[in-house]
C-alpha cells in the first residue's frame, strides 16, 4: 500500500465501484456521495471488522472478508424488514498490506452489495497498525418495521436456516484444520417477506441462545428452545456429533433470522420464506416469566444454560487478540 498511497489507491476504487447511476448521483471520488432520498424509512447501521478480534487474515480471502463485512450489516438491516440501498466502506490499513488485499475486500464489498440492490457509494482508507474494515450501511424499510421487541405470549420462534456451521469452522480451525469458513447468508429478501408475519425479530449473530434472550429482554418475555427441534448444519453434526445441537445454539456468526410469530401464521410465513428457497424451523415458544431462555434437553427436562457452556467464539476472540 505504501507504494501506490491513499490517493493512488482511491482513484484506481473509483474505476472499481463503477458510475454512479439510478439512485446514486455522485459516487465515490467526491467528498461526499449524494444519493436521491428513497420515499419512506431508511435503515442506518454499521459494524466493523477488526484484524485478530473479528478475523483472521489466513483463514479468510481478501474477497470473503469483503463479502462478511457487507453481508454482518445486510443482515442487520433483514433483522429489521428492510433491504440494502447504499453502502460507506472505511478501510483501515497497515502501509505493508499488498493492494491486492484491499482490492479484494472492496471488490468483495461491491460485488455484494450490486446483488442486493444496493450501491457501494463512497469510504475512506486510513492507516493503521492492523486492518480493519467497517461497513456502515443504509438499507430502506419495508411497510413494516420489526423490533426486536413485539414478542407475545403463545408466539412460536423460528429460524431461516441450519445453525453451528461457523461454530464448528471456527472450532476446527483452531485445532489446526484448514477448513473453509461459511460466508453469512444472504437474508434480506427473506426477512422482508417475513417481517409481516414477525412479532419480533433478530439476528442470529451471538448465538441463537444469547439472542434470543435479547429478544426476551426488549419484549418483557421468557422463552424455550427445543435443542431437540434446532436445525443443525451438517459440518457441526459430524464434528460434534450428539452434543451438536447444543453446541449450535451458543456458537456465534450464522446470521440466520429468529424470528417471533404466532402459531397461526406459520404456514404463511413459511410459504413466503420458501419462495425465497429458505426454510423455516420452529425451534422453540415465548412464556410467560422472566426474560430468559431455558433449553428444552430432548429428555424433557429444561435448564437455564450457564453462560459457561456458550463461550467457544468469547474464546476464540479472546484467544486471538
Ligand atoms: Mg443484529
Known sequence: LSDVGEHGWIRGLVRRAGKASGALIVGPGDDAAALRAPRGTVLLTTDTLVEGVHFRREWLSPRALGRRAFRVNASDVAAMGGRPWAVLLAIEAPASLPVATLDGIVDGVARDARAAGAVLAGGNLARAERLAIAVALVGVAGRTIVRRAGACVGDVLAVTGPLGAMGAAVRARL????VRLPDVPCRWAVGERLAPFAHAMIDVSDGLVQDAGHLCRASGVGAEIDLAAVPVA??????LGADAARFAVGAGEDYELLVALRPRAVRAARRAALRH?????????????????????PDGTVAVPSRSGFDHFRRWRASAR
Open 234 to 239: 451438517a459440518a457441526c453434526r459430524r464434528a
Open 277 to 297: 428457497g429458505v426454510g423455516l424451523s420452529i425451534v422453540g415458544r415465548v412464556v410467560p416469566g422472566a426474560p430468559r431462555v431455558r433449553l428444552r434437553n
Open 175 to 178: 485445532a489446526g484444520r484448514a
